[in-house]
């Protein structure tokens, strides 16, 4: 049997996959910035990881489904890729763009 | 914006303004800033009017301090909460707003429209002011608008409890 093995991973690696999966959901616009922050917070809590995630969506999609889909793709990115835990994911939506 | 904030608002631009002024008047020599040195030297002279000088000094120096935190929290806004399992879901009532007077404006005799939102545990209310063109029948167009909005706010983003949408024309054109 195999000991468990301890890691670190660079809190970059786990804004980057979490841009990754939510560049993948349609109705997302993008991930609000501002000057000086971007809309992504991580937390590390007993239960696993928090995120809190900042958006502009889409014009047009169905608003529940497309934060369902997002809180999806985000913690399955996370879970299959670092096999951390995602407690859970928390949504802020900033603003609606249109599609064009 | 409540009323103490306005007030304090108020008071850090006024108390900003007035002493950004002054510096401009004496660098500019229509001040003379030996008056001014003159007039703190005599203020400082009793122990009542220096107590109160040091008093209205360190208000403002507290308010200096406060006013960008109240922006911070500000910069927030109020939100609308959306029922989720995995997370806190919140959407801002500005881009709600913002969106409502994008669709608002797609309705045939409305020139221009300004939507606000309030929440509260019984429901959501909406209220929407408009400038409507005058040869469009009013009441089809407030009914066809209030069905436009509700539609919306239950279809597009997910808001069930939109309890009324109130409209009031503030102008026909």
């Given amino acids: 049997m195999t000991e468990a093995q301890e890691y670190e991973v660079d809190k970059k690696v786990t804004l980057g996959l979490i841009k990754k999966a939510v560049g993948q959901v349609e109705g997302i616009h993008s991930i609000k910035r501002s000057l000086f922050k971007e809309g992504i917070k991580v937390k590390k809590l007993e239960e696993g990881l928090a995120i809190s995630l900042e958006l502009l969506i889409r014009q047009g999609g169905f608003v529940p489904q497309i934060v369902e889909e997002t809180q999806k793709k985000v913690s399955e990115e996370i879970e299959k890729t670092l096999g951390t835990k995602v407690a859970k994911v928390d949504i802020k939506i900033r603003g609606i763009k249109s599609s064009s | ?173």
Avoid at chain 2, 21 to 45: C, M, P, S, Y
């Fill in chain 2, 1 to 173: 914006m409540r009323l103490y904030r306005k007030a304090l608002w108020g008071v850090g631009v006024c108390a900003l303004a007035l002493l950004s002024l002054g510096g401009f008047l004496v660098v500019v020599g229509l001040f003379d800033r030996f008056v001014v040195h003159g007039w703190l030297t005599f203020v400082e002279q009793t122990v009542l009017t220096r107590s109160i000088i040091l008093l209205i000094f360190g208000f403002l120096f507290g308010l200096s301090i406060y006013l960008p935190f109240l922006t911070r929290t500000k910069a927030g806004g109020s939100v609308i909460g959306l029922k989720n399992p995995l997370g806190a879901v919140e959407i801002s009532q500005k881009a709600i707003s913002e969106f409502i007077q994008r669709i608002g404006k797609g309705v045939e005799g409305v020139e221009d429209i300004k939507a606000a939102i309030k929440s509260s545990d019984e429901g959501v209310d909406v209220y929407l002011t408009l400038s409507a063109q005058a040869q469009g029948e009013v009441p089809r167009l407030i009914d066809e608008l209030q069905t436009v909005v509700k539609t919306y706010l239950n279809k597009t983003v997910g808001i069930e409890n939109v309890r009324e949408i109130k409209v009031r024309v503030a102008k026909l054109i």
